[in-house]
């Protein structure tokens, strides 16, 4: 019955598409997007981590029903199991000798954004130590006299720019440098999450990264990083550093 709903699903795309049987099938296979080595947990032994998923269309880089499969049997799908550049790396999080998994991919375009996920393979059960939907934006931005835009974290003030020299900005004071607009800035969510290599700790560590936002969306004021450690298996936001 499965094989039959199948086949008449391709027929459809073939009429309506101008597509054949074969390649609207084809369209539904399962394909390798990227594979490692690396090793997991405390045994020593490497373990082969493949990416796989469903290309969206046959020239395109845009895989769903993506699934990460290990060697020893486990199958994990991420939540948001979509997106352009799938892929999985490993870094040592957690000091431990072993690694975990960093998981990515991204919805593309210009105003695009990511998908990211640390999943911990050590024990029989994975773990997931990271996931971007989770991540709690705490700021929240104003303009004020003065050409200033200030940024607050939980309702305190956090860290202040200077837009003068933002010619999309400026028109929002008057002559006297006094705020004459309601204008919003604003901290988008999470933008961008990189590993970082801690050379004093021998591992890695998460940054997150935030940008500040004036009154144009190409006016990227500033950015925020978040610095995330995993402790002992814990989350632990280690610092907050405002750069402009």
Not at 230 to 239: D, H, K, Q, V
Request: glycine content about 10%; aromatic content about 14%.
């Amino acid at each position: 019955m499965k094989k039959l709903v199948v086949c008449l699903i391709a027929a459809v795309c073939g009429a309506f598409c101008g597509s054949t049987v074969s390649s609207a099938i084809d369209m539904c296979k399962e394909e390798i997007i990227c594979q490692i080595n690396a090793v997991l947990d405390d045994s020593g032994e490497e373990q082969t981590v493949t990416v796989l998923g469903v290309r969206f269309a046959p020239d395109s880089s845009y895989f769903t029903d993506i699934k990460i499969r290990v060697s020893d049997g486990r199958e994990i799908v991420p939540e948001t199991n979509e997106g352009y550049g799938a892929g999985v790396a490993a870094f040592d999080f957690k000091g431990e000798g072993y690694c975990q998994l960093f998981y990515f991919a991204s919805s593309g375009g210009s105003g695009g954004y990511g998908y990211f996920y640390v999943f911990d393979c050590s024990e029989t059960q994975t773990l997931t130590l990271f996931d971007y939907q989770k991540f709690v934006n705490v700021y929240t931005a104003e303009y004020a006299d003065n050409y200033q835009l200030k940024v607050f974290a939980e309702g305190k003030l956090f860290v202040t720019y200077n837009v003068y020299g933002y010619r999309n900005e400026r028109d929002l004071w008057d002559k006297n440098g006094v705020l004459a607009s309601d204008e919003k800035p604003y901290v988008t969510e999470l933008n961008f999450v990189e590993p970082v290599f801690v050379y004093s700790q021998n591992r890695y560590r998460l940054n997150i990264w935030q940008n500040v936002i004036g009154k144009v969306q190409v006016d990227v004021i500033g950015h925020i990083i978040t610095v995330i450690d995993f402790i002992e298996g814990r989350l632990s936001y280690s610092a907050i550093i405002g750069e402009s």
